[in-house]
């Protein structure tokens, strides 16, 4: 098994934390695009939940979508929901909030409380997996558990 990097460590470190027995795993080939960690691990792209991070324009704190591979987050109706504006989220900004580089955001262990979202798409499948720390890195759970861990709100995004 590859040696974790120090954000890699903190995702598990914060899985075992919670009380889970996920385990992050580095694949050789980048997981940076859902459609490259679904090739990367023989699943459905739909399966890979991969976490984009906005900025909400009102208080300029960071929100993390964490939609099914396939989907294409509806930033119109997010705003329209949360009745605010979202905004885009340079890599500076993504890494400042979260700890993390974009590629590699994993739905916990942020350096400070993201409010998360959760595509409901998600819920149709077993198992997912989300990026676990680095554009590498990722993790299998299922959609119950990111739901438990994020304390996220599920909701539609495309």
Known sequence: MQ???EGTQQ???????????????TLTDSARTAQEAADALGCEVAQIA???IFR???????LLVVASG??????????QKLEDKLGKADADFVRDTTGFVIGG?????HKNPVRTLIDEDLFQYDTIWAAAGHPKAVFQ??????ESMTKGQVMAVK
Do not use: F, H
Not at 11 to 25: A, F, M, R, T
Not at 141 to 146: D, F, G, I, R, V
């Open 3 to 5: 040696k974790l990097t």
């Open 11 to 25: 995702v598990q470190d914060k899985l075992q934390q919670l009380g889970y027995q996920n385990e992050v795993v």
């Open 50 to 52: 991969k976490s984009i």
């Open 56 to 62: 909400l324009t009102s208080t300029n704190e960071p």
């Open 70 to 79: 396939v989907n294409r987050i509806n930033e119109k109706l997010i705003a």
């Open 105 to 109: 955001v994993p739905p916990l262990g």
């Open 141 to 146: 759970l299922t959609p119950n558990e990111l």
